[in-house]
């Protein structure tokens, strides 16, 4: 699974494709139909976890994502199934993974609402980890903004008076790997196709969650089989809407609308889940929103020499 945190993914690294003509409205729109996609991800993910072993949902997930997007391609273009650099692919893939067996894990302990606030801190520390592992130099208004969206993400969750080393790992550690997934995302852009790129992010996934089920996979009831693939088929469909969005418009127009995840996180909270948002929900999620197009909006960070 992809979290919804993954639109942020391709926030960063995402080109648009040259003689894309598609205009700025069109990208809106595909990214607005991403963050739905995103979302009803996420919903379907925690109904499954409930009755399933994390690994068994997380591999049906990858494995039809794997499947459709490795038929496509060697139906369509064989050559872009061979990376440049393969093993950065895979150490991409490997953070993705963890950043969806991360975030099962805390949707079967946590609010719906509260788990897709919290994950939303990625864009943040994304602009933390850009010194070290990027070379970069960030703004006294990028740390302001990294500040401020940890401590939207202590409200939501210290504040609950939660078990921290329960409740607040598990999300955090989400939001931590899936930045390193944007990290490992940017250094790939120029070395390979995005459909090559898109391939490689189910391998990890399927063959970890692979060696589990021996173990501990539970026979689906066909309705739960049904929604383990449909999860699977959202999986691609999301990452097709997102790549079509930043192909349409610039990277800086249409990512502040990814954060449109949570009012569909907050819609599908009281509907799917009859969860109502709290108070310090509510103000932890403004935090950590106003934190992340602070640094949309803000002086773009300058790469040192």
């Not at 539970?218 to 089989?225: E, G, M």
């Not at 954060?259 to 109502?276: D, K, P, R």
């Not at 950590?288 to 803000?298: P, Q, S």
């Amino acid at each position: 699974m992809t979290l919804s945190t993954s639109t942020q993914s391709d926030r960063h690294d995402s080109t648009p494709i040259p003689g894309a003509g598609a205009s700025v409205a069109s990208g809106i729109l595909w990214m607005l139909l991403t963050t739905l996609l995103f979302v009803c991800q996420d919903s379907t993910a925690r109904i499954l976890v409930a009755r399933y072993p994390a690994t068994e949902v997380a591999f049906m997930r990858y494995f039809v994502h794997f499947a459709l997007v490795g038929a496509f391609l060697a139906l369509r273009a064989p050559r872009l199934l061979r990376s440049r650099r393969p093993v950065l692919q895979l150490t991409r893939s490997s953070f993705l993974l963890a950043n969806t067996l991360f975030g099962m894990m805390a949707l079967k302990i946590m609010p719906f609402l509260d788990f897709s606030a919290v994950v939303w801190v990625a864009p943040v520390l994304v602009t933390a980890l850009s010194i070290v592992v990027l070379h970069e130099k960030v703004s006294l208004t990028g740390w302001i903004s990294v500040f401020i969206g940890l401590a939207g993400v202590w409200i939501i969750v210290v504040g609950a008076g939660f078990d921290v080393s329960a409740l607040m790992i598990l999300p955090l550690m989400a939001a931590l790997t899936n930045a390193l997934y944007q990290i490992a995302t940017r250094f790939l852009r120029t070395a390979d196709a995005p459909l090559t790129t898109l391939f490689y992010t189910a391998i990890a996934g399927t063959a970890f969650c692979a060696l589990f089920l021996p173990f501990s996979a539970v026979r689906p009831a066909p309705a739960d089989l049904a929604l383990m693939t449909l999860l699977g088929v959202l999986g691609v469909a999301s990452h097709f809407c997102i790549i079509r969005a930043f192909a349409a418009a610039p990277a800086n127009v249409i990512a502040p609308f990814g954060y449109t995840a949570l009012l569909w996180a907050s819609l599908f909270s009281v509907v799917i889940f009859a969860e109502i948002p709290t108070l310090r929900t509510i103000i932890g999620s403004c935090l950590i929103v106003g934190a992340g197009l602070a640094i949309f909006f803000g002086p773009r960070a300058k790469r040192s020499v």
